[in-house]
């Protein structure tokens, strides 16, 4: 009668929904990896901005420990990704294939940043100043940007939260720095770098420098473009707010000269305007469950 029991109980405790489910917990896994991978960008580039002239032969230990320890800890989801099949849901099917792509974009960015590590660790103070320079990560304004969109890719899987509708991607201002824009030039290779050439010849080709500088560039924008691509996918879970309808049209209609362009002063009249009155307009943000829109 006691074992009978038992198992009854057993039976209905099994029953009982968890506190935490394994969609929640890989959801979870995702956002804690974003923060740690925002933090390991931090390390990197002050390693990169710090070294010196200093002959350094390996990578830090502390850089590539932090490597290992997000690629298992992703790796860990893939168990937590099986058992979601398993529970009920209210919400609609388990959106893995969106995961799945989230834990390949992921694993790129560390393996792209522990090889970026790799040639700063063999490029010298010179050419690693260059690399920084060139490719926006010495601008504090652009390495302000690709952070929050760590911290903002983070704080949206951790709460479920809709991220902003508007989000201009980091892979159109890379290789921008305002000073070439302000030289009108497309890129920012032209930049005058002390020791460093300006313009490729056959001698910059074949130095050993110089390929290590072109890896250096082409690693950060692999890692530049798999955070924009990291957004959308965000974006397809969490859904989206702060929605701004209209600015297509109105974009096409400046180009085609059918409305004025307004000067600074007139924007700057009306961002005052904008400021000083009270909005009583419903909610507009939408979300992954929106189907209407």
Sequence with gaps: MCVLLGITIAFIACLIPPRTTQKSAVRQTYAKTFGYAGDLVCQVLSFASCKGDAKITKPPQSIIKTIQGLRVRIGKTAAGTAMTKYELSLKGPWPAQHYTALKGLLLEILDLLGQFTGVITSLDQRWTYALLKRTQFANPSFTAQFLNCFHL?????????????????????????????????????????????????????????????????????????????????????????????????????????????????????????????????????????????
């Design 153 to 293: 890719l983070a704080n949206a899987l951790e709460h479920g939260r809709p991220v902003p509708y508007l989000f201009d991607p980091l892979l159109e201002r890379y290789l921008k720095s305002p000073e070439v824009l302000r030289a009108g030039h497309g890129y920012g290779f032209d930049l005058e770098v002390d020791g460093v050439p300006q313009h490729v010849d056959l001698n910059t080709l074949c130095s050993l420098e110089y390929l290590r500088y072109s890896c250096g560039v082409s690693q950060m924008y692999g890692i530049t473009n798999r955070l924009d691509r990291c957004m959308l996918v965000v974006k397809e879970l969490v859904g989206e707010a702060y929605i701004v309808y209209g600015l297509e049209n109105l974009n096409r209609q400046r180009n085609e000269g059918l409305i004025p362009t307004t000067t600074r002063d007139q924007e700057r009249e009306e961002r005052e305007g904008l400021m000083r009155k009270e909005w009583e307009e419903p909610d507009s943000r939408r979300n992954s469950e929106d189907s209407s829109v």
